[in-house]
């Protein structure tokens, strides 16, 4: 997928999550042309993150740190960069989906779909040459 200008601003925000959260740890994802991919492990307390780190969850109160607070923000700060420097009037689809990956087999296959995804562009009915 060869990234735009906002591609390119979209996949820098993604990386610097880690910065602002730091018991995040990112995993596979891609930038495509009108949406986002990527899988984000959340750790109790900071370190490295690994596949065998993916355990059958346990009850944790949302807190700063909640999926939904990473995304937000990362959507925040990516409608902020993008309304001052490419789109004045850009919005998100509102929400996001969101899935516990709870088995290491469960991680491999949404690895191997996020990376698999560009090459289902084509297909897309939101690609502009399927209209």
């Keep these: 997928m060869a990234l735009s200008k906002a591609g390119t601003l979209a996949r820098d925000c993604w990386l610097s999550i880690p910065d602002h959260f730091c018991q995040v740890v ?3 994802f891609v ?3 009108n949406h986002i991919h990527g899988i984000i492990g959340i750790q ?6 690994t596949p065998s780190d993916v355990v059958p969850p346990t009850f944790v109160a949302p807190s700063g ?9 990362f ?9 001052r420097e490419l789109f004045s009037d850009f919005k998100w689809q509102r929400g996001f989906h969101d899935h516990i990956i ?5 991680l491999q296959a949404l690895r191997e779909y996020t990376v698999q995804n560009p090459l289902k ?11």
Aim: aromatic residues 4%; glycine residues 8%.
């Design 121 to 131: 562009w084509s297909l897309d009915k939101e690609n502009p040459n399927n209209r």
């Design 31 to 33: 930038v495509m042309p």
């Design 102 to 106: 709870r088995s290491q087999k469960s």
């Design 65 to 73: 740190g909640c999926i939904g607070a990473i995304v937000g923000n």
């Design 44 to 49: 109790e307390s900071p370190g490295e993150f």
């Design 26 to 28: 990112l995993d596979a």
């Design 75 to 83: 959507k925040a700060a990516m409608t902020r960069i993008l309304r």
